[in-house]
């Protein structure tokens, strides 16, 4: 009698020992797989709301912009000068924005960019420096805690030292540049800007919906 007393108290103990590692064991972390669905999940949300914003002095610029439209099917925003930079009166004002660093004095948008995310801003390559509109948007449109795009167009070239300049003013706006994109636009018609555009975004794509963080 008293070994089968001892057996079931054993055994009642060894169930209470099983039952208590079981109840403790530590909770691991998401698989992967899981992890990538439910970070999805989360992002497939209204907070994707891509804004395009672009200065084109010559509309060439505003080819790019619109092909971005189509591809994000998001809102876009242009960029205006209160200056008149047409013609070669305009040409000259530009030059000296740019030699002397000198902001523009923009119209305000329709749009408030704190409200969209990504944020994609095209602009031109003006003597080797984002245009003069376009970097004071940069400035004055508080885009820290997005995901900023920046694609450029141009005639001539942007030397590595330029580049890293321009990166430089963006980065001192406490912006991460998710993406940088470079269209050489010299002697190229509307429909070769936009296959030179639609290349580089295959080869590297813009934030779509699945991918982009929430500010």
Known sequence: MAKNTV???????????CFLSIISLPTYPLSVEAEESLQSETLNSEHYKPLIVYYSRTGTSRIVADALVEYLSGTIEEIQSTKNRDGLLGVFTCVLDQLLDRDAILKPLDKD????????????????KI??????FIKQAGLKG?????????NGSLTEDKEKALKDTITAQEITLKSLYKIITKEQTADEIRNELNSQLKENPLLTKDHVSIP
């Open 7 to 17: 057996t079931v108290s054993r055994c009642i103990s060894i169930v209470l020992v």
């Open 131 to 136: 245009s003069s509109p376009a970097r004071t």
């Open 113 to 128: 960019p704190k409200n969209y995310n990504p944020v994609i801003i095209v602009a031109p390559i003006w003597i080797g």
């Open 146 to 154: 997005k995901d900023v795009s920046l694609v450029l167009t141009y």
